[in-house]
């Protein structure tokens, strides 16, 4: 065995009753993830982490592996990826199965691609790298941003103030889509965004960020115009 795609999943959502398996043009949103890993061929396991027995039937069904149902601990609202993760690989490391690289995986990303999880496999092996992620550039200068003190705007950077946007330099977010991690890194530094981290650059239709209604609606215009173009 090398390589797991782990997909958390747990069942309380509070904003978005039921996000992980919400409807999402037709099918559950997770089947978007757990096709794409599958697709392509990068995995020998590709397994879902749940604590809810209903997301677990979904994900069998759309080909994921649910060896076990999450621990409590790692299923409340505190719960972190990297605690999930360890949890995953405490459990093969005890069936004597071991894995060279992790790609942890959201289940609210229909935009991953199986493309796109080849090139970043491709960058993370090649230029020897310890994590890779997609990430997009900020839509508008962070440089120039504004914080709210007392009821009065300041700018958080003055210096700033007079700086043409095109002359800033650009500054890019995390998509929130998947990790790929070197499994010996992780183990030593416990988090998805290590020292010698790279990333991979995707466009701001290639992706969303899912935590209301609206967003929702957004994420299926763009996943729409993409498969127009």
Not at 69 to 88: G, M, P, Q, T, Y
Not at 202 to 224: M, N, P, R
Request: hydrophobic share 40%; glycine share 2%.
């Amino acid at each position: 065995m090398t390589r797991i795609a782990i997909i958390p999943a747990r069942g309380g959502s509070k904003r978005i009753p039921k996000k992980n398996i919400k409807s999402f043009l037709g099918k559950p949103i997770i089947a978007y993830t757990i096709e794409a890993a599958l697709q392509s061929q990068l995995f020998d396991k590709v397994i879902v982490s749940t604590d809810n027995e209903e997301i677990a039937i979904i994900a069998r069904f759309y080909g994921a592996e649910v060896p076990v149902l999450r621990s409590n601990k790692n299923s409340d609202d505190h719960a972190v990826l990297a605690d999930v993760i360890l949890e995953v690989l405490l459990f093969y490391k005890n069936k004597k199965i071991t894995f060279d690289k992790i790609c942890c995986l959201l289940p609210t990303a229909p935009f991953v691609t199986y493309k796109s999880l080849k090139t970043s496999y491709n960058k993370l092996k090649n230029e020897k790298l310890d994590a890779v992620f997609p990430v997009l550039e900020f839509s508008f200068p962070i440089q120039r941003s504004f914080e709210v003190l007392e009821n009065k705007i300041h700018m958080v950077w003055e210096e700033y103030m007079n700086s043409r946007s095109q002359d800033l330099a650009k500054r890019y977010h995390d998509a929130g889509q998947y990790y790929w991690l070197k499994t010996t890194s992780f183990l030593e530094e416990k988090k998805l965004f290590m020292k010698n981290s790279g990333a991979i650059i995707i466009s701001e239709l290639e992706a969303q960020d899912i935590d209301t209604e609206t967003d929702w609606k957004l994420a299926e215009l763009k996943y729409k115009l993409l498969q127009d173009e």
